[in-house]
């Protein structure tokens, strides 16, 4: 089966991509990642066509979710939706994802996935990968985060790995904070390993996602 994984920007497809490489079973299935930039909004009109300016996965998901039902055979192909949660809530956004799906790509397969609060949650969740990467990491900020809260979770982040200086980033915001949390993806990713991943919403989508493909233990 071939998976097609919309992603809310390249930080978050580089952590999917190293876990579905090492999710997946060898040789059976492939995917593409198609970031995006940023999550955007879910359309007034999901029907008609999207803003010629609009480059945010929800701006542009109906859009795609048609294109993809057009031309797609449904018993070969899986759409993957991975965004942050962020402050809303999960069920009610998965709810919301699904319903989009079904109007716009009826019959399409469709697994959605929805880091809690945001795919820092994915890294934090695997502190032997972060540690890995960053051994000279805050190891009392890492042991004491609560995962997947609604915490603030990469300023967490920030704060286990650049400890004093996460203020600076926190202070400066975007675009340095986007520059970091690339960095941190590209570093942490690597050394992701799926079966030891502690958040809930990374095993909840593991759990969908090989279900989906018919390779559910």
């Known amino acids: 089966m071939h998976l097609e994984v919309l992603v809310e920007d390249r930080s978050g497809g580089t952590v999917v991509a190293a876990l579905l490489d090492r999710l997946l079973p060898p040789g059976r299935h492939s995917f593409a990642i198609r970031p995006h930039r940023g999550k955007g909004e879910f359309p007034r009109n999901p029907d008609g066509r999207p803003d010629r300016m609009a480059a945010g996965l929800l701006d542009l998901l109906p859009a795609k979710l048609r294109a993809y039902a057009a031309v797609l055979d ?3 192909n899986l759409v993957v939706v991975l965004m942050d949660s962020d402050e809303e809530d999960p069920a009610v956004l998965r709810d919301a994802l699904s319903a989009l799906c079904a109007r716009c ?3 399409m397969p469709l697994v959605v996935a929805l880091s809690v609060e945001e795919v820092e949650a994915w890294l934090l969740g695997d502190p032997e990968a ?3 990467a960053y051994p000279d990491a805050d190891r009392a900020g890492l042991a004491a ?4 809260s609604v915490c603030g979770t990469w300023e967490w982040m920030a704060r286990v790995l650049l400890r ?3 203020r600076t980033l926190i ?4 675009p340095q904070v986007g520059i970091r ?3 941190w993806s590209d570093a942490i990713s690597p050394h992701l390993v799926p079966s030891r991943n502690r958040s809930p919403s990374f095993v909840r989508f593991a759990t969908d996602l090989l ?3 018919g390779d559910a233990p």
């Open 164 to 166: 004093d200086e996460a």
């Open 105 to 107: 790509a009826p019959g």
């Open 181 to 183: 949390k690339h960095e």
């Open 211 to 213: 279900r989906a493909i």
């Open 130 to 132: 972060l540690l890995a």
């Open 74 to 76: 449904p018993a070969d």
């Open 171 to 174: 202070r400066e915001g975007y």
């Open 145 to 148: 985060y609560l995962q997947d």
